[in-house]
């Protein structure tokens, strides 16, 4: 048997449970509402452009649809993740922060750099969806490392 | 910082599991907690202090007292 439940659980390990199984409803619901608003956009898409391409000023949606897709990403980008910030416990908060911390001196960083350096010729001019690249990158690669090093 | 919870968890025969659950924290916190990567907060270390019915510098030892 790959699993075998305990029959007699303390108070403490059905707690630790019952938190267990709300982390996974919590990362189900985002997975969902991540998933429903990319199909959305890319299957209702009307012109040629994509999110994450770089060209997504050709991106073309029903004023109604884009409505609702801004509504998603908010809860997805931030609502979701405020609640999950109070939902933590300080080990799980001070990895988040670590990790937001990360992303925002990254793009800080990015932006003034990805300037010069498309100043003299080394790179195209910057755009929104390569800082939000670097962002996410940057809130990954700090999450890992307080994960795993602190 | 160094601590006994470690000890004083097995003197109880709980596992982290368990002890996560009555301190309403998560696992991964008491390990890190017992293994000295991460320092609890104040309320965290009274909640440890009280569950174990000790004073928190029996529990905590910051190497600063002789």
Known sequence: MIWKAKPNLGPGEARTRQRQRRYLAYLAVGGVLGGITGFLTGYLDKGDGNLLAGDWDALALEPGLALFLAAMLLIGFLAVPLWGFAMVDELKREHSLVAYTGSSLAVLAAFPVWAVLHAGGFVPPPHAPGLWLVAFVAMIASYLVARWRL | ?66
């Open chain 2, 1 to 66: 910082m160094k601590n006994r919870l470690k000890v004083l968890r097995a003197e109880r025969d709980w596992s982290q599991a368990e002890l996560a659950g009555r301190l309403d924290v998560s696992r991964q916190a008491v390990n890190a907690i017992e293994t000295g990567k991460h320092d609890p907060s104040l309320p965290l270390a009274f909640r440890i202090a009280r569950l174990f019915d000790m004073r928190i510098e029996d529990i905590f030892d910051d190497g600063e007292l002789p």
